[in-house]
């Protein structure tokens, strides 16, 4: 059995297996990404190969992500950035451990060009997937929407005089609790869903 949506914009159905997938991806992906937050601020002193390790592997996470979430995605736009998004957290993790070579401006660079293209995917499947069946999917327009804002600023700060890597901790921990947030979202529109008070 599939549920109906009629906001302007969104797909015209949902499937309860869909909601669960993805109730347990951003879960998941919200509690990777805090532990990543932790892990990373204990270890970037120096752009070490523990640092670089870890700034490869949060954009990996983030590409996993996407290429699971392609199967809960139907065909169509959100299918289409879903996948890009996916490539583009690929190529952001190999960047981002060249860079690591360089020191902290380039990787900061990466991460801020990284952070706004994939902070405009997420608003963008956000939108698609924003009627009540999904979550509303507040938390996540919104931490897309913060994407690209703190992408713009990672590359504003790479370019001043004391560029710092401590912002990247703090970067990913917002993400992480959004990310938890909706998850918490969908578990409560599937048991409203259950009920019938949708």
């Known amino acids: 059995m599939t549920t109906q949506t009629t906001t302007p914009g969104t797909r015209t159905a949902t499937a309860p297996g869909e909601r669960s997938s993805l109730l347990r991806l951003y879960l998941t992906r919200g509690i990777l990404a805090v532990a990543w937050a932790v892990a990373f601020a204990g270890a970037h002193e120096d752009v070490d190969a523990v640092a670089i390790t870890l ?3 949060y954009p990996l996470i ?3 992500s996407s290429f699971l979430d392609l199967r809960a995605a ?3 736009p959100e299918r289409r950035v879903t ?3 996916g490539v583009l957290s690929t190529v952001a993790a190999i960047a981002v451990g060249i860079a ?3 020191g902290v401006q380039p990787v900061l660079h990466v991460f801020g060009a990284w952070a706004v293209l994939s902070g405009v995917a997420q608003v963008v499947v956000g939108i698609r997937r924003r009627g009540p069946e999904l979550g509303k999917q ?3 327009l919104i ?3 913060l994407s690209v804002l703190v992408g713009a600023f990672y590359n504003i700060q790479a370019a001043g005089d004391d560029p710092s890597l401590d912002v990247l901790s703090v970067y990913a921990t917002g993400g992480g609790v959004f990310f938890i947030v909706q998850a918490a979202l969908l578990g409560w529109t599937s048991r409203r869903l259950r009920t019938g008070s949708v």
């Open 55 to 57: 700034l490869v592997v």
């Open 62 to 64: 983030d590409a996993v």
């Open 74 to 76: 139907p065909d169509g």
């Open 83 to 85: 996948l890009f998004n």
């Open 100 to 102: 690591g070579a360089g």
């Open 138 to 140: 507040w938390p996540m």
């Open 143 to 145: 931490a897309g929407g």
